[in-house]
């Protein structure tokens, strides 16, 4: 498939459509400055629980950071794409480096699954759809509520460990044949960028704020902020060759984009058209499908909270 084709099945208007070239070209240095704000953001973080250690700073520090965890986690996502820089092996390398082994996981494994999602999302074999649950929908309130807390608990990322571990995912996930020297470097790569945040935290005198701050955000609110992005891009869709109908579209950035949908994955009908655009480029692709009404409406919100509502009953 060329890189300007959309994946719009027997949809004759999208398919007719091709976004401007512009839109194709990568600008890493766009990239490099939303990876740099992300660890800045961390960074300005720990600081202020340093500088001022009350509580309401810490849960304020918890709560950008977890942020920045899901912002690092869309970096991941954009290199598994192969978007982030225009060689691969850098590409990889930052990826791997600077957003997944920070979060203890592999690009490579990553990549395997989410490349799959893309095929065919919302069939009974789409990782996606699998590990998130996201057929279940529509969902009682009360259901989704326990979800979502119990990810908030911390209860969701051990139970999610506990499936993988068991191989209940093994029919959905595909198999990665990884060399040895790959499997190395990912390990490195979770132990470097880990030991020095450790070690800057400890060398400031403040140990306590890696497992306070870092570790306990990324198994309770990482995984609440990941569920409810993964609900909104998903959830109670039908799996449909037009990916444009199992898909939606935050149309506008908020304080809910910025918790859940940070660089711009919530232009998501957008982003499974066009796998081989930019997050930065996701917008203007929207306002050019919208001016030509190639959009289905009933897939566009305004905010999070909305997707919530009608993806679950009283």
């Given at each position: 498939m060329?890189?300007?084709?959309?994946?719009?099945?027997n949809n004759?208007a999208?398919?007719a459509f091709?976004?401007?070239?512009e839109l194709?070209v990568?600008k890493p240095?766009?990239?490099?400055?939303?990876?740099?704000?992300?660890?800045g953001?961390?960074?300005?973080?720990?600081?202020?629980a340093i500088v001022w250690p009350?509580?309401?700073?810490?849960?304020?520090?918890?709560?950008?950071i977890a942020?920045?965890q899901l912002?690092l986690a869309?970096i991941?996502?954009?290199?598994?794409?192969?978007?982030l820089?225009?060689?691969?092996?850098?590409n990889?390398l930052?990826?791997q480096?600077?957003?997944?082994?920070p979060?203890?996981l592999?690009?490579q494994?990553y990549r395997?699954?989410?490349?799959?999602?893309?095929q065919?999302?919302?069939?009974?074999?789409?990782?996606?759809?699998?590990?998130f649950?996201?057929?279940d929908?529509?969902l009682p309130r009360?259901k989704?509520a326990m979800?979502?807390?119990a990810d908030?608990?911390?209860?969701g990322y051990?139970i999610?460990i506990?499936r993988?571990?068991r191989?209940?995912?093994?029919?959905?996930?595909?198999?990665?044949?990884?060399s040895t020297r790959l499997?190395?470097w990912e390990?490195?790569s979770?132990?470097?960028s880990?030991?020095l945040?450790?070690g800057?935290l400890?060398w400031?005198g403040?140990?306590?704020?890696?497992?306070?701050?870092?570790?306990?955000?990324?198994i309770t609110l990482?995984?609440f902020?990941?569920?409810?992005?993964a609900?909104?891009?998903h959830?109670g869709l039908?799996?449909?060759d037009?990916?444009?109908q199992?898909?939606r579209?935050i149309?506008r950035?908020?304080?809910e984009t910025?918790?859940?949908?940070p660089?711009?994955?919530h232009y998501?009908?957008e982003?499974?058209?066009?796998?081989?655009?930019p997050f930065?480029?996701?917008r203007q692709v929207?306002?050019?499908l919208?001016?030509?009404q190639?959009?289905?409406?009933?897939n566009?919100?305004?905010g999070?909270?909305?997707?919530?509502?009608?993806?679950?009953?009283?």
């Amino acid at each position: 498939m060329p890189p300007s084709s959309s994946r719009a099945g027997n949809n004759s208007a999208l398919n007719a459509f091709v976004p401007d070239s512009e839109l194709f070209v990568l600008k890493p240095w766009i990239a490099m400055l939303a990876l740099f704000a992300d660890w800045g953001l961390i960074a300005m973080a720990f600081a202020c629980a340093i500088v001022w250690p009350y509580p309401i700073v810490y849960l304020m520090a918890a709560l950008i950071i977890a942020r920045s965890q899901l912002a690092l986690a869309v970096i991941m996502h954009d290199s598994a794409h192969g978007v982030l820089t225009s060689g691969q092996r850098l590409n990889d390398l930052l990826g791997q480096l600077c957003a997944a082994g920070p979060l203890f996981l592999s690009l490579q494994t990553y990549r395997a699954g989410h490349l799959k999602h893309h095929q065919h999302p919302m069939q009974s074999d789409d990782p996606v759809a699998t590990v998130f649950g996201l057929a279940d929908f529509p969902l009682p309130r009360d259901k989704m509520a326990m979800r979502l807390l119990a990810d908030l608990c911390g209860i969701g990322y051990f139970i999610s460990i506990f499936r993988f571990a068991r191989g209940d995912y093994r029919t959905s996930m595909p198999r990665v044949v990884k060399s040895t020297r790959l499997k190395i470097w990912e390990v490195l790569s979770m132990l470097i960028s880990n030991a020095l945040l450790f070690g800057l935290l400890s060398w400031l005198g403040h140990p306590l704020l890696y497992p306070g701050l870092w570790l306990l955000p990324a198994i309770t609110l990482l995984p609440f902020m990941g569920r409810i992005r993964a609900i909104m891009e998903h959830a109670g869709l039908p799996a449909c060759d037009d990916q444009s109908q199992n898909a939606r579209t935050i149309v506008r950035a908020n304080w809910e984009t910025f918790f859940f949908g940070p660089h711009a994955i919530h232009y998501h009908i957008e982003h499974h058209l066009y796998v081989r655009i930019p997050f930065y480029h996701l917008r203007q692709v929207h306002q050019q499908l919208a001016s030509r009404q190639l959009l289905p409406g009933k897939n566009i919100y305004k905010g999070y909270m909305a997707v919530l509502r009608d993806v679950s009953y009283p």
